[in-house]
Every structure is written in structure tokens, then in C-alpha cells.
């Protein structure tokens, strides 16, 4: 696995999570105990007024999702609620009970997306597979959405397909315009950095260029950013350029993190 290591983009990765399913509407697996019923509906009123997220409540609402499927162990909700919850609090738990949640059904668009993005939060070699498959399932379950096309294109560069990764991003792309044609940052950055890993250097420079004041300061940015420099510099002969790359790859620190075939391609 390459060394980089996603950090801004996984920051920006979309969760679906639509207000109705927060507020406990529109469930996939509705239990039909009564008491179940009744503790999933005190977690979702007290998850819902703890607009600070105060890890004491946010603790004792995990808790009472969790006794909600206690109750009733067909109740997948009460298992991502759970999971949901745990995340809020940085609980590395929350990667096991979404797993959970999408055992028990697996045509859920929240379930996979938030389990997928909390695998790539978790960051092991294995977490990161996951979330590859569970893109993979939303691009085969639901594909008009751009999720699963924009997921599987953020692990492309951890996973080492990029050619396949700038193929997703095209598409999320596409899909993404349909419902704002402005696309956000971290569409973008990605984009610029899948062309920048396929060689692309003319073209994920001006991806690049159009983010640079949002992450000039993030150590992937820097990496790309300066080896696309240097690249269209040496086609162009441009020695100005040249120096504007070498001035950003100075600023790189733990120069050590970026991966081998990059670093290869970085000498001035």
C-alpha cells in the first residue's frame, strides 16, 4: 500500500445521511417491539438535542441505541445508530457495528457510505479494502448517485489503481453536475491528483491551480502539486516554473511519506 495517506480528502468525504433517517424516519428494519421501539425513539430525540455533542450523552445514547437492539436483534437501525453515535465520540467501535448494521441489510445507501467512510477513517490496509467493496456495492446498488464513483476513486490512490480511480472521478464528476454544476473542492483536488499519478501532469495542473489557496498547506497537494510543476516545467523548458516546483517541494515535510514511484519522479 502507498505510503500518502489520503488525510484531507477523507476530512471532506460525503456521508449520507439524510434528515429523515436522523430524525428516525424511514427506517429500513422497523422493529415491532414495543420496547425496542420506544428506546430507539429516546435515542434519536436525545441524539437529536445534543447539538453539542457532549461525549456524556453522546456515551449514554450509544448506549441506549445498543439496549434498542438488545430488544430486538432484527432492528439493523438501532445497530448504525449505534455505530453512528460511537463514531461522534472517535470510537474505533463504530467501524464494527456498521459492519453489523449492513450484514443485516445490505440495500442501504447510508449504511454503506458511512461504513465505507469510516474504514477509510479506521486506516488499516483492511478497513480501506472494505471501503473499496462497499463503493463498489453502491456503484453496483445505486448507480445514479456519485457516492460510490467518488469513493472508489478516493481509494484508488491508496490502493494503487489510478487509472480506474480517474475513470470513477469522471464519473462522479458527471453525476455531480447534474445536481450542482459547481463542484466542490475536494472533487477537484482528488481529480488533480488522480491525472498527477496517471502522468496527466498538463491537465492536473490546472486541476490543482484552481484549489491551491484551500491546500497549499496539505502534504498530498504539495507532492502533486510540485510534481506536476516540475513535469509541464521540463516539457516546456520553462526554468521559472522549474524553481516554482523545487520552492513547494522544500516546503514538504516528513519527505519520507511520499511513495517511491513519486519521489523517483521528483528530482530536480
Do not use: W
Amino acid at each position: 500500500m502507498k505510503k500518502i495517506i489520503l488525510v484531507i480528502l477523507l476530512l471532506n468525504i460525503n456521508l449520507i445521511f439524510s434528515q429523515s433517517y436522523f430524525e428516525g424516519k424511514n427506517l429500513h428494519c422497523e422493529s415491532k417491539d414495543p420496547e425496542s421501539i420506544k428506546l430507539f425513539n429516546l435515542g434519536v430525540e436525545t441524539l437529536y438535542l445534543n447539538k453539542s455533542l457532549n461525549k456524556k450523552y453522546l456515551q449514554m445514547t450509544s448506549n441506549i441505541f445498543f439496549k434498542a437492539y438488545e430488544k430486538d436483534t432484527t432492528f439493523c437501525d438501532a445497530l448504525f445508530f449505534t455505530g453512528y453515535t460511537l463514531r461522534l465520540l472517535d470510537d474505533k467501535k463504530a467501524l464494527e457495528f456498521y459492519i453489523l448494521a449492513d450484514s443485516s441489510y445490505n440495500k442501504s445507501i447510508e449504511f454503506k457510505t458511512n461504513l465505507a467512510a469510516e474504514g477509510l477513517r479506521y486506516g488499516t490496509e483492511k478497513s480501506i479494502r472494505i471501503s473499496r467493496k462497499k463503493y463498489s456495492e453502491i456503484i453496483q446498488l445505486f448507480p445514479d448517485s456519485p457516492e460510490g464513483y467518488y469513493g472508489f476513486a478516493l481509494t484508488s490512490p491508496i490502493l494503487g489503481d489510478t487509472e480506474k480511480g480517474l475513470e470513477n472521478i469522471n464519473i462522479a464528476i458527471e453525476k455531480y453536475k447534474i445536481t450542482n454544476p459547481k463542484l466542490n473542492d475536494d472533487v477537484i483536488v482528488l481529480k488533480g491528483i488522480l491525472l498527477s499519478d496517471n502522468e496527466k501532469y498538463e491537465e492536473g495542473l490546472e486541476y490543482l491551480d484552481k484549489v491551491y489557496s484551500i491546500y497549499k498547506k496539505d502534504f498530498n497537494f504539495k507532492v502533486h502539486y510540485s510534481l506536476c510543476l516540475l513535469k509541464v516545467a521540463e516539457a516546456k523548458k520553462d526554468e521559472k516554473m522549474k524553481q516554482k516546483a523545487l520552492k513547494i517541494y522544500e516546503k514538504i515535510e516528513d519527505k519520507d511519506q511520499i511513495s517511491k514511484e513519486i519521489q523517483e519522479k521528483l528530482i530536480f
